[in-house]
């Protein structure tokens, strides 16, 4: 049992860094403004390709904040995970970012709830967007899924 709990964590650390790897390749500068943010972000084109969050449009989020995806069942995870979170306020500045993980089965075709905690500073900033991204896997072509992610405009 030990050796699998072993296995399991160095297979999420591998995954985060994967993903922490690819999303510093996409990471915004400081300078840019939420505009250019939202035109560098694909959006799912079919609302139904989106998961459900706890989130909501114009939250107030306080440090810290646990933020919980639902796949329904849409978005497909790898190696329980689902893919990432970034909080980013009015001036582009990334304030947090988070592996969506899972405790339970995730290889499932059922909904399955990810979740992430993000610990921020926003002393300066009034409000941010929420950007939820799935992890379309590795691969080219057909091998790996479609890139998807989403924004909620957020209050601190």
Aim: hydrophobic share 35%.
């Amino acid at each position: 049992m030990l050796k699998n709990d072993n296995l399991r964590l160095t297979l999420v650390i591998i995954s985060m860094v994967l993903i922490l790897t690819s999303c510093k390749n996409n990471s915004n500068t400081k300078n840019e403004s939420i505009e250019n943010v939202e035109q560098q972000t694909k959006i799912g084109e079919d609302k139904r390709e989106l998961p459900t969050v706890n989130i909501k449009k114009n939250d107030r989020l306080i440090s810290p904040t646990l933020v919980k995806v639902n796949s329904q069942g849409l978005w497909f995870a790898s190696e329980g995970t689902l893919g990432f979170v970034q909080l980013i306020d009015e001036k582009g500045t990334e304030l947090a970012t988070g592996i969506l993980t899972t405790k339970e089965n995730w290889m499932s075709n059922e909904p399955v709830m990810f979740s992430t905690e993000l610990i921020f500073t926003s002393k300066n900033s009034k409000s941010g967007i929420l950007i939820i991204h799935n992890d379309p896997g590795q691969g080219d072509g057909e091998e790996a899924g479609k890139n998807i992610s989403f924004k909620i405009p957020v209050t601190f």
